[in-house]
């Protein structure tokens, strides 16, 4: 497995799991295990990833996630968080692109963990995993990154949001995309109803990508 970064480029969730997966936002999946390999190709950066069923998106990178990849700034301000990191394709990037910084990638799924986690060591990047409720009280972060599973229900995804924001230093800030058909809309306003200035940076292939400044 191998990681390719263009330094001279610019710098700068969300599928229905397949029939008899299961559900990719529990603690440990019922799917049988199907590992798989994908490769997720940027202008400014190619690897390749392991996968597995029960895991968001095991087929190929979510177009939702790529799309965000490609808007993000090459160095974020950190701590960076990957929220609901899945095999890492964020939070893999992120690391690549900037191998000085701090990066978190956290996920309730306990496989997702295991291949974030081994995602990064074969690429050789430093990315901490970690389940939720591990992530030191006392840490908080420059930028979360998400792909959020908006498949948990709305209130869920509120509560975890607000927790996560919540997490953010002053002048931090959050990417997010999510689908329209999924609610992108309704959650930007959402946002903007807690405080938060939120900035639709691109709208593309059905998807929004949202920044967001909390109050």
């Known amino acids: 497995m191998a990681v390719v970064v263009d330094p001279g480029s610019p710098s700068e969730a969300s599928v ?6 299961g559900h990719y936002f ?6 049988r295990s199907r590992p798989r390999s994908v490769r997720l190709v940027l202008p400014d950066l190619t690897i390749d990833l392991a996968t ?9 990178v ?7 990849l490609g808007e993000l700034p090459g160095r974020l301000p950190g701590p960076v968080l990957d929220l609901g990191c899945g095999y890492g394709p964020i939070a893999c990037t992120v690391a690549a692109r900037d191998p000085e910084a701090e990066v978190w990638a956290i996920d309730v799924n306990r496989r997702a963990r ?7 060591a074969e690429l050789g990047l430093r990315v901490h995993v970690a389940a939720p409720q591990d992530v030191p009280d006392d840490l908080r972060f420059g930028c979360v990154v998400s792909n959020p599973p908006i498949r948990i229900g709305k209130a869920a ?10 997490r ?12 329209r058909h999924l609610g992108a809309d309704s959650l930007a306003a959402w946002l903007r109803s807690q405080g938060h200035e939120v900035e ?16």
């Open 16 to 21: 229905t799991p397949a029939r008899g997966e």
């Open 26 to 31: 529990t603690d440990d999946p019922s799917a």
């Open 52 to 60: 597995d069923a029960g895991t968001f998106s095991p087929d190929r």
């Open 62 to 68: 979510d177009p939702g996630t790529k799309l965000l």
């Open 114 to 120: 295991e291949l974030c986690e081994r995602n990064a």
């Open 157 to 166: 995804l509120h509560e975890l949001l607000e927790h996560w924001l919540g």
């Open 168 to 179: 953010l230093t002053d002048g931090g800030e959050a990417w997010l995309v999510v689908n």
């Open 200 to 215: 639709r940076v691109r709208s593309r292939q059905g998807y929004r990508i949202l920044r967001v400044r909390p109050a």
